[in-house]
């Protein structure tokens, strides 16, 4: 069974200016000569981690990770003016060519995987492989189970304690009234609708794992502006439709429709039985669009890329990848 690599620090950082007010925290690690890869975390608004170095070989791997706007180092941390998943591919694209790289692995998980499905989408000569893990597809279907008819029904004491953090007359549409609590005048309110969303994105993410923070403990600055941000995307529907080209895909919506272009490209997905954020439809749907891709479906996985179960699946994809593309 395959475990992370030992862990290792970038060989160089750097801000990618962009057009608007956002600087973008990219870093390299790994071997400068080697397979470039582009790691895409989730959230949105979750930022990059030291550990996801570490689902690569670095003597093979040329590693890039990146903190997409407003997230992790990037800043102004919770911007969200330009801050749309066009950006996001756009900066993508800005971040391969100041690099100098032809084609990348493109890594992604839950949110990640979404914009890593987008951006092949439009860049398709550019992804020499996609590895998606906690497949997420960004339609209503899948927020509204998250967050208004689904994964309430199996952890209902936490739903109801994040019902209660919205002011009463927002209950019926929950996902509206935690952002007229996030986007109103009431400092209490606010960071107390944020405290309860993210302890809601543990529970359901980490599942028996979920560690419930201390009673009464405050929700910080920078913890609302992280849920604002992840309600800026779902509140605009991830802005699907701003991604898809008018005359490519005419008469074709969302992200699966847009798939069939992706036939070609080597692709594994990753999926977790146990997935309650992602529930395993998602992944099935997926495979059935791309069937060529290798559909890995992992029984006693959740959502997070953490245990051994998931790191040894997701470890094992980069190695075969690696494999692939040696001289």
């Not at 689902?55 to 749309?84: H, K």
Request: hydrophobic share 35%; with cysteine.
């Amino acid at each position: 069974m395959r475990t992370l690599y030992p862990e290792i620090n970038p060989y160089h950082s750097s801000f990618l200016k962009t057009d608007s007010k956002h600087a973008v925290y990219v870093e390299q690690s790994g071997n400068p000569d080697g397979i470039p890869v582009i790691f895409l975390h989730g959230g949105p608004c979750s930022g990059t981690k030291p550990d996801h170095r570490r689902f690569f070989n670095p003597e093979l791997y040329r590693i890039v990770l990146f903190d997409q706007r407003g997230c992790g180092l990037s800043r102004p941390f919770g911007e969200l003016e330009n801050n749309t998943t066009q950006d996001l591919i756009d900066d993508m694209e800005r971040i391969r060519n100041q690099l100098g790289i032809d084609q990348w692995l493109v890594f992604g998980g839950s949110w990640g995987g979404a914009l890593a499905l987008l951006y092949a989408q439009q860049h398709k000569d550019k992804v020499a492989g996609l590895i998606i893990r906690a497949v997420f597809l960004a339609r209503s279907q899948d927020f509204d189970w998250f967050a208004k008819d689904g994964a309430g029904k199996i952890y209902p004491e936490q739903w109801q304690r994040l019902i209660e953090s919205i002011p009463e007359q927002g209950r019926g549409n929950p996902v509206q009234g935690l952002c007229d609590a996030l986007w109103g005048e009431d400092e209490v309110a606010q960071r107390r609708a944020a405290r309860e969303w993210m302890a809601w994105g543990g529970q359901v993410s980490l599942g028996n794992d979920y560690q419930p923070s201390r009673k009464g403990e405050h929700a910080t600055e920078k913890m609302v502006k992280q849920v604002r941000m992840e309600l800026h995307y779902a509140k605009h529907r991830y802005f699907i439709d701003d991604c898809m080209d008018a005359e490519a895909v005419a008469g074709k919506s969302g992200i699966l429709d847009n798939c069939g272009g992706l036939a070609e490209i080597p692709t594994v997905i990753i999926h977790g039985r146990h997935d309650f954020v992602c529930p395993m439809e998602a992944g099935y749907s997926l495979h059935k669009v791309l069937p060529n891709a290798k559909y890995i479906v992992l029984p006693n996985a959740g959502h997070v890329a953490q245990g051994k179960e998931m790191i040894d699946a997701l470890v094992t994809a980069t190695d075969n990848f690696a494999k692939l593309r040696r001289p």
